[in-house]
């Protein structure tokens, strides 16, 4: 299963046993990350050592944590579209505000060249 956007959970502890799997293409033992991402969110995961930007990523070896309750996921679900549309909106208001500067320099321009 490919990686979902994650961080490093510092507060996942356990040491490793020789039971505990190893990611499919590397053979090594796999970090330990919490999912930062929809529904997933908040959830363990055991994944592939091998960053996206050193080589190919296995994805998720194990999840720790069993999927959450249905009504937590739709909820998880909606924070995060509530979120991306908080994020779409300040876009937007950022291109809108830097089209009316750009138009209030050409005003000042125009008005400047004008005026000497």
Not at 10 to 31: A, I, V
Not at 34 to 63: I, K, M, Y
Request: one cysteine or more; a negative charge; aromatic letters at 8%.
């Amino acid at each position: 299963q490919e990686t979902p956007d994650s961080v490093v959970e510092p507060s996942f502890r356990g040491s490793y046993t020789e039971s505990e799997p190893t990611c499919m293409m590397h053979h090594q033992r796999p970090k330990k990350m919490v999912a930062f991402e929809g529904a997933l969110t908040g959830r363990r995961f055991l994944g592939c050592p091998v960053s996206q930007d050193e080589g190919v990523n296995c994805g998720v070896v194990e999840w720790v944590d069993g999927p959450w309750p249905e009504i937590l996921q739709r909820c998880l679900g909606r924070i995060w579209d509530m979120y991306h549309e908080q994020n779409l909106s300040r876009v937007k208001d950022k291109q809108a505000h830097e089209k009316e500067v750009g138009k209030l320099k050409k005003g000042i321009e125009f008005l400047s060249n004008n005026y000497s």
